[in-house]
């Protein structure tokens, strides 16, 4: 199952990351911005997308709906299930998609590995600059 996440992880990641290589012969620091720079801004496509992908799109796809949340694309997930909208722009500690995924024992993903904290850290960083959309048109 890991390795499935892992592999999903790759694909994922893979076309955007693409056009970054281009200027990487300068010298390749590895990582999106986001992962390196605390203020960096933090990417919907390149940086959040990722994770959900490979953490939550299991269930919360628009096949399995859990908590009839579909995650698959940014206008669903803004859109919510069951509850109101998991995001709340500028402010991760009133979203349920952070409430969700901290402590320690967290509640999401209801099986399988929790998030790390440095992608928790993504998420809420997201969030906190207002949860943008940028998924090319
Ligand atoms: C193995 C299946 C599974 C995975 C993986 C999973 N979830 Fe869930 N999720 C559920 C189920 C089941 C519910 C409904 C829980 C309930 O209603 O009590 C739910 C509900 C939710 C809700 C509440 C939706 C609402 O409006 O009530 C949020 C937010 C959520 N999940 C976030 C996440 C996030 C973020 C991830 C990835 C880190 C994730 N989930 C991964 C099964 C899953």
Redesign the pocket.
Known sequence: MKLVLTALFAVAALPSFAPQRVGASEGETGGGAAAQDKDAPVSYTKDVLP??KA??F???NPKKL????D?STYALLMK?????S?IVPGDPDKS??IQ??IGPEP??????DK?KPEQIAILSRWIKQGAKDDTPK
């Open positions: 994770i959900l953490s939550c299991e269930c919360h859990k908590g009839k949340l995650m919510g299930g069951k509850q109101k998991p349920i998609l969700s995924v509640e999401m993903p209801e099986k399988g998030l």
